[in-house]
């Protein structure tokens, strides 16, 4: 496969993330709570990741811990100054503890 020689640098969350063009059961209280993130998240950098993938790395920061990291320049605001994000780790791992014997 194309990807064989890129696996071992392709991030956890992005092997396992369910496409965008899934059906998604939306009443289910995870997918309530990640896309309320995705909302509190509008006006930051994390914005700028695709929506199916963001979910995925926030089930992947609360299950393992395994804060995402972001491109320098997505971290710069209009004045090329650094932003700082606020650290989600302990909701996210609420949320992992929440779910974690279902499969989201």
């Known amino acids: 496969d194309k990807w064989d020689n890129f696996y071992e640098d392709i991030p956890l969350s992005l092997l396992h993330h369910t496409n965008g063009n ?7 209280p995870l997918m309530e709570r990640l ?3 995705l909302e509190v998240e509008a006006p930051c950098p ?5 929506y199916d993938y963001r979910m995925s790395q926030m089930w992947v920061e609360g ?3 395994i804060v995402p990291k972001l491109a320098p320049k997505i971290m710069l605001n209009e004045e ?3 932003i700082t994000l606020s650290n989600n780790t302990a909701m996210f791992t609420k949320w992992g503890e929440m779910f ?3 499969d989201p």
Do not use: D, F, M
């Open 22 to 28: 899934a059906i998604y059961n939306t009443s289910h």
């Open 80 to 82: 090329g100054e650094n």
């Open 100 to 102: 974690q014997h279902e």
């Open 35 to 37: 896309v309320g993130q």
């Open 46 to 50: 994390y914005n700028s990741i695709p």
């Open 63 to 65: 299950t393992l811990q």
